[in-house]
């Protein structure tokens, strides 16, 4: 159990590509420091609502931008979903899928989060659609008929947007961002793209200061 005054706060979005360029570096750092500090997640936000497919010039900036990623990070991207011109690039659907799954088991929110990711990134699924959620509540064991009641229900879509002003309030502008909350005090240990070393790195010399 972490200590009660060390928080690490990851602001994200399951459609934020880089946030997939960084999963297995936080994940390496959840395993690191799980024992020492809570995690958790901040859902940012980052086209919620959005209305422009994914076709024509989002397509092309799409493509050159998850080649970036792709190559400097080693995450596998699959640009299958580029061919769908018809999908709407909106992360509202993505975020609300998972503080739904934060309601019905916190434990397995980090989990959800990353098979969404994958299901975008690698298996090209539809995040505007439900089964798409679905498939991830067999994989991880919820239950599909309350996660499906939740989904569709409105006061988990305000709940969403809760997370969207919170990560404003934090001054988080860009994800992915890491912070480490220490009692009141709030600590930027990385801003996009980060090395599991140097976040830990980071995130020792902080708290060195304290003790």
């Not at 994200?12 to 020492?36: F, H, T, V, Y």
């Not at 397995?108 to 990711?117: H, L, M, R």
């Not at 309350?146 to 860009?174: C, I, P």
Request: proline share 3%.
């Amino acid at each position: 159990m972490g200590h009660p005054l060390h928080k690490i706060v990851y602001v994200g979005d399951p459609l934020c590509s880089w946030c997939w360029g960084i999963a297995e570096e936080l994940e390496m750092l959840r395993n690191a420091w799980q024992s020492k500090a809570e995690f958790q997640i901040v859902l940012g936000g980052l086209r919620p609502g959005g209305t422009e497919t994914i076709g024509g010039k989002m397509g092309h900036f799409l493509a050159r931008h998850w080649s970036q990623v792709s190559r400097l990070s080693g995450q596998p991207i699959s640009h299958g979903m580029l061919e769908n011109k018809n999908f709407i690039y909106d992360t509202e659907p993505p975020c609300r899928a998972i503080r739904v799954v934060r309601a019905l088991d916190s434990r397995k929110e980090f989990a959800f989060f990353k098979a969404v990711q994958y299901a975008f990134y690698v298996r090209n699924r539809d995040t505007n659609e439900l089964k798409t959620y679905l498939e991830i509540c067999s994989d991880l064991s919820l239950d599909k008929n309350s996660f499906e009641e939740r989904y569709k229900n409105k006061t988990l879509k305000l709940a969403t947007q809760v997370d969207f002003n919170l990560a404003r309030s934090m001054g988080v502008t860009s994800f992915p961002t890491l912070l480490l909350q220490l009692g009141s005090e709030i600590h930027v240990l990385a801003r996009g793209y980060a090395k599991f070393a140097d976040m830990d790195k980071e995130l020792q010399e902080t708290l060195s200061m304290y003790s």
